[in-house]
């Protein structure tokens, strides 16, 4: 499934997309291998592989099976990724029964997993099914009219019954989409933590009797979550979206997910009774969905978030956040600050009576929005309140649309983003202010969403610049326009960089100044962090830039197509990657500029979907303070080397060995923010 360079048959041009997402997806396991790293974050990583996984199989496998049978290939193009699936699945298991469970048990938690129940606990255990599992319990009588449909990503239990000569299948489902998966009991002071899919088991005979059971074997199916929107432009989309919505989890199986003790004439009789007989097996565990560690009930470790410059806001008497932004730019890192200035952003332009208008982009809106509810309240205080909103943003949709419209029942205008997935992050307010500005914006990496806020590393940008900020409003009124074809003819982006508009050609005419500096005997170097890096275009650049002696540093969390230290083509490319307690989600690119460095922070990876079928907006920093606060979190993460891992010519992630100094860059950018914000106060 690799890409293969013309010159050379040996050593691939790219690494194959999906082939490198399932390396992330290792380093994410490798997080959980590690018994330096705390219990339930161990958990959490196995549950981050499980979503991970699962996503990957309900969105790419569709997609390879599609273009593999456009291209008409006899070759299985899943075998390579089946390998790998296996392979990891195996170190999974390992990791949590050989290290993880043993170390619950030294602190006093028996995780009964793969085992009977306990004997101490077998009356306690027995209630829980009685008072709280038994009344969401289906049962289903097998037979071969392929009748029965498995919901996507729900676990069952098949159940094979003998009644005197005669053998039967039946199928039960586990309510963990209704119920809590992990149950836990206290006894002797012995901290129980048992799954419901075990309390179940344990009282399947009482449901069929008189049959005798003679075997228990869970499954789930898989489905594919693409919803083949067709995104024309008339009619309500939204409308049209709720119907694909309630449809989606009764796509085409991509994977059959089973017991890998059950016997094949079962998995034959299991696959006819769902009338699956094509589907892809892959043999699992005992337990499937082990993505809901994310629930197992321990406590979490965390930083406390630093409030930014909790003193500056209280400049005057009576001072508002606008006071703040008028003074400089700022820039949030978040988790690290606490997101609520940007809370208090929306709401003192709820209720500023200077504020007249309202533009914000919103990608995907938290499940309880503060933001959401206080432009709903800006509309009822007479503010005009303008809400592009992306409905296409991969399984949040239905969340989306139900803000939608109760922010439209509110007074907000409320455009539905056409053509073109709506991916910038973008808030603009207008304000009377005979002080200074009129405009002041936010500017950002990852969404306006204070749930994701405490879990991904993002930066926010706080503005009065004039002239960007004239940029982006120009950019947001032809936005509301909703044509087809968006026509930007009109506007000279000078400061803010716009995809599918002069986002490639920017970046290019960067990364060839580097390359120029070089070829004059100057130092040139890149150094750039993004989620994904996929597009050819970009790659051959850097390629490039890269012969012709320009240093260049990627920190790639994701897929990363870049193949490095080959000599002739990209040895002075090195890619790194970070995966910890938080998830690395900004994107910042830096260029050495002859020793004037020029920084850019934005909504846009550098894949095919970001250049080429989206909006996106990337942003300069032209604040020194700023500038110089980014460049020190970057290499920190570069010196990471207790979480990071180098990506070599094989797509390996290969630790970082050093005799220097121990660096979390995590840890090290947290005290950082935190002795910056002492210093100010």
Known sequence: MQSTSPETSI????????????????????????????????????????????????????????????????????????????????????????????????????????????????????????TKLAGFLQIFRCSNDGKFFPENGRI??????????????AIVNIPSNSLQRFHEILDAGIRYVILIDDIIRQHLAG???????????????????????????AGDLSKKL????????????????????????????????MGLGKVSRVAGGRYHNLKDFFSFPLRDPKFSNVKHNPVSIRVAEG???????????????????????????????????????????????????????????????????????????????????????KMKAAGVRIIYNKGLKLHAKIVLVQRRNEIKHAYYGLLSTGNFNETTARLYTDHILLTTHCDMLLEVLSLIKILIKRRKHFTFKDIDFDHIIVAPVNLKEKFLALIDREIMNATNGKKASIMIKLNNLEEETMIYKLYEASNAGVQIDLLIRGICRVVPGVKGRSENIRVRRIVDRYLEHGRIFIFHNGGNEEIYCGSSDWMNRNIYHRIEVCFPIYDEHIANELMAIIKLQ?????????????????????????IHSQEAIYSMILNSKMSQS
């Not at 449901?207 to 432009?233: C, H, M, Q, W």
Request: charged share 30%; hydrophobic share 40%.
């Open 11 to 130: 050593q691939p041009t790219f690494f194959d997309r999906d082939i490198s997402w399932l390396s992330f997806n290792e380093r994410v396991l490798m997080e959980a291998e590690k018994e330096d790293v705390p219990l339930l974050e161990r958990l959490k990583f196995l549950a981050i592989y499980s979503s991970n996984l699962d996503e990957f199989f309900r969105v790419r496998v569709p997609s390879i099976i599609a273009i593999n049978k456009l291209k008409n290939e006899k070759d299985d193009p899943l075998l390579q990724i089946r390998e790998i699936v296996d392979s990891q699945q195996h170190r999974y298991g390992k990791t949590l029964q050989q290290s993880i469970i043993p170390a619950l048990l030294e602190n006093g938690i028996h995780f009964v997993y793969n085992e009977r129940i306990p004997d101490p606990i077998e009356a306690e255990v027995r209630e829980i099914f009685y």
């Open 156 to 169: 069952y239990h098949a159940i094979i019954l003998k009644n005197n000569q005669r053998e039967e299948m």
């Open 207 to 233: 449901l069929f009797a008189p049959a005798t059971i003679a075997g228990v074997y869970s499954f789930k199916v898989t489905r594919d979550a693409e919803l083949n929107i067709v995104d024309e432009f």
């Open 242 to 273: 709720e119907k694909l919505l309630a449809k989606r989890d009764y796509g085409f199986a991509t994977r059959l997910l089973y017991d890998n003790t059950m016997p094949e004439e079962h998995i034959k009789k299991l696959t006819n009774a």
């Open 319 to 405: 001072g508002s956040v606008f006071d703040l932004i008028n003074q400089k730019d700022m820039m949030l890192h978040t988790p690290y600050h606490g997101y609520d200035l940007v809370i208090r952003f929306f709401n003192e332009s709820a209720i500023d009576p200077l504020v007249e208008r309202i533009y914000v982009t919103l990608y995907r809106i938290a499940s309880d929005s503060a933001i959401a509810q206080a432009l709903m309240t800006a509309a009822y205080n007479g503010k005009k309140v303008t809400v592009l909103v992306e409905l296409k943003a991969r399984f949040d949709e239905a969340n989306n649309i139900r803000w939608a419209n």
């Open 638 to 662: 570069f010196s990471d080397n207790v979480k990071a891992v180098t990506i070599d010519d094989q797509l390996n992630n290969r630790p970082l060995r050093s005799n220097n100094e121990r």
